[in-house]
């Protein structure tokens, strides 16, 4: 792969805006200037519609079954701003593995130097995070991305998603793995989603790279079949996905998280769940109290 490009995987529990987010990076990077690739790795190959107007393309698998030999640039296709999209796909239904078309994908680009062809300042990979095994954690473990980053929520599968995603980066740390830039806080709309995730990141010895809200004009965007950067340039979302991309464009120094043990977690998120419902009755009180004198009266 290209030396020039900084090679970047994004990881996330499935519906947790990790390609919503990806999209909005790679569009903010383009817009800027740069040549950026992203390399969806997804089975339902999604990752880079709304850079193409809601647009699906052929996956790298998809051209594999079809053709005997394929040439790499059939399956690369422009969109927003220039990005480079690319989609490994995956088996046919209730065949082969899942994480095959990462390597296929990744395989077919390298063998025919497509990397250093296009001259790309940026790859990002889109991979699915709720299991990092097999081909999933290809970009981890054969060192293929530079810096790893994570999309959650406060809710708690993001959560578990995200620390097996650090055991992972652990596991493969010695030997010329990936190492974590940060998490993505995603859907923070509370002080107490914000606090769940510092929380998390100070136990787990990582980082917050940004806090982004849910918006509706997120929503909005992607019914267009667009990122919001495109579709709404000017919004507030808009600058806080410039804000993220500038910072992972800086970004240089990764390291090994501190995932916690599985018993740890658990006790971890049920100190936290006694925590919002002391915090919620506490709230609730007054007004119990208040509603209480008024019947005397």
Known sequence: MSTKAKKIAIYGKGGIGKSTTTSNISAALAESGYKVMQFG????????????????IPSVLELMRENRKVDAHQAIFRG???????EAGGPQPGVGCAGRGIIAAVQLLEQQDIFDELEL????????????????????????????FTVSSADFMAIYAANNLFKGIQSYSNTGGALLGG?????????????????FVEKTKTR???YIPRSLTVT????????TIEAAPDSEQAGIYRRLANRIA???????????SSSELRTWSASWATQLIENERAQQAPESVYAGVNDDN
Do not use: W
């Open 41 to 56: 790795c997804d089975p339902k190959s999604d990752s880079t519609n709304t850079l193409r107007d809601g647009e699906y």
């Open 80 to 86: 927003f701003g220039g990005t480079y999209c690319v």
């Open 121 to 148: 300042d940026y790859v990002i990979f889109d991979v699915l995070g709720d299991v990092v095994c097999g081909g999933f954690a290809v970009p981890i473990r054969e060192g293929i991305a530079d810096h790893v």
């Open 183 to 199: 998490v993505i806080a995603n859907s923070i709309n509370t002080p107490f989603h914000r606090d769940i995730l510092d929380d």
């Open 208 to 210: 917050i790279m940004e």
């Open 220 to 227: 909005q965007s992607e019914l267009q079949g667009k990122t």
């Open 250 to 260: 800086k970004h240089t120094q990764s390291t090994v998280p501190s995932p916690l």
